[in-house]
């Protein structure tokens, strides 16, 4: 048998210059291998690592090179070997906007050559005449001495490389740390009303003042009380079923007050260090202009007719979906831009989205980025109850942050899973866990009464940096539409209550927001530690920031007293023995390393602030 060899001939690269020997690996952090990016706020340090090596012996340096938007210069921060390859380092992002940052490595002649020259001596070698004039050539001398040589301070970077370029959206604090508060303003007397609302909702120390839809309300298919098909002559009609011969997205509904008093409500806000957020939800009442003058975004059935929106059970017959896949798709995604830009120039720098997950991600990406390119200030809060894979792309997508399933998460076992799967998303995902919702009263609440109240208001405070609730719940509003509906009686969807700032449970939202300011371990959500009770019913955890420790205790059962111990494990490196005193209650305890006592009323917690070691 004839054996034939076939001999490979492998292209030399297509290049004048030789590829690079340093190898840039696991460049961390990075979403995706680069294709999103990683989210921070302002003042933060980005930690960068990396796996940076090269054959041979040769000694490298390496740093990580930065610039803002629009910067032509890049700035530069050293990275520091570890070890085994590995190398960080860290720099700092001081204004909102993208960032650029990428890993710049090089042979470092002069440290190589001393490091060889150094074994050298150690291994006994005298005879360096050829090592020394090999320096002196290198370095542009006539000669040098074995002392001058390793005496060099080197700026040598030879055989440069560079990773690929990655990005860091940098958002305001208030995209990461806050305290929201959702109200219609006709239930509190209109624009005015709210304007006059305010210094109180500062004063319990609240960020923002979300309100539901402000445009022109539909009259076509208007919803009555309680979701009724048939809305009387005096009923409001929803807000969500946006548009009437009035306007549309860029109009204001004249029943809460005209644009000037709208922009002197934005305006009152600023200076209280408040925010509005308004609600940007795409999609239009029957009455709405865009049904005349583009009917081409709008989906119709065979025979003419529109199809109104559904979410089954769900149905609203009062609104319509636009076409995303229209033919004028361009037109319409450059409408919906300039509907947020109307409102940006009216001082709106935070929009609450509705359903995002129900619109292309692509628009998303877009609309973010054409926004916050001109306002990069602007965040944008996603309200998507959705599958995992979604919600973590509309994070990567822009939003700064997103609603969570938290309201639905009540036992310890759910919050552990919960937040376990936030923590695994935290470079993408900002959560704001709000506590209920126009659209979700949830049957702890129902069941539970004031102490359910009490205990889910600690947990989304202190679990998550940014929280919310809407007006009613500090009055403990859980009256369902019907056993098993998680809709209100008479929800404030469809009519107009009379509301006043005076419920109960207000002196504890306000020590819990001033505790949250006071204690930047209550400012982030990574710096958790979950500790073992003894009993199911007692959920604990730890949240460290440098020397700010907080420790929070809560009674999940909102119908009997519990009590057990709280372990405190010597890996979270606390003094033995340490004071501790409960911002809450202002009492004060000695705790310890091992088993601490509880015992906590229906729905009550400790949320304790750990000082230094006690006297014992």
Known sequence: MQIIETLLVVPLPKTNEPPPRIQIQRVTPQIDCGRHPVKCTEGDRVDVTALIFRDGHETLGAAVRYKPAGATRWLEAPLTPLGNDEWSGSFAVDRCGSWSYRIEAWVDRVASFQEELRRKLDGGETDLVAELAEAAVMLGRETLTVEETLALVSEDRFEKSWSQTLEVDVDRTLARFGAWYELFPRSWGGFEGVRALLPALAELGFDVVYLPPIHPIGRSNRKGANNALKAGPKDPGSPWAIGSADGGHDAINAELGTVEEFERLVAAAKKLDMEIAIDFAIQCSPDHPWLKQHPEWFNRRPDGTLKYAENPPKRYQDIYNVNFDSEDWKGLWAALRDVVLFWVARGVTVFRVDNPHTKPVPFWEWLIDEVRGEHPDVIFLAEAFTRPAMMQTLGKSGFAQSYTYFT??????????????????????????????????????????????????????????????????????????????????DSEKYETKKRALDGPLLPLVSKLNSARRANPALQHLDNVTFLETENEQIFAYLKRTADNVVLVVVNLDPAALQEGACILPVSTGLPPTYRVRDLLGDEEWSWHIGRNYVRLPPGKSHVLRIGGAADV
């Open 408 to 489: 639905w998460k009540n036992t310890r076992w759910e919050l552990l899973e919960f937040m376990g799967q936030l923590l695994e998303w935290r470079e993408y995902y900002r959560p704001n866990c709000f506590v209920n919702t126009p659209d979700i009263l949830h049957e702890y609440l129902v069941r539970g009464g004031p102490p359910a109240f009490e205990a889910r208001l600690v947990l989304a405070a202190t679990l998550s940096p940014s929280y919310g609730m809407y007006s009613g719940f500090e009055h403990f509003e859980n009256v369902p539409l019907r056993v098993g509906s998680e809709e209100y009686l």
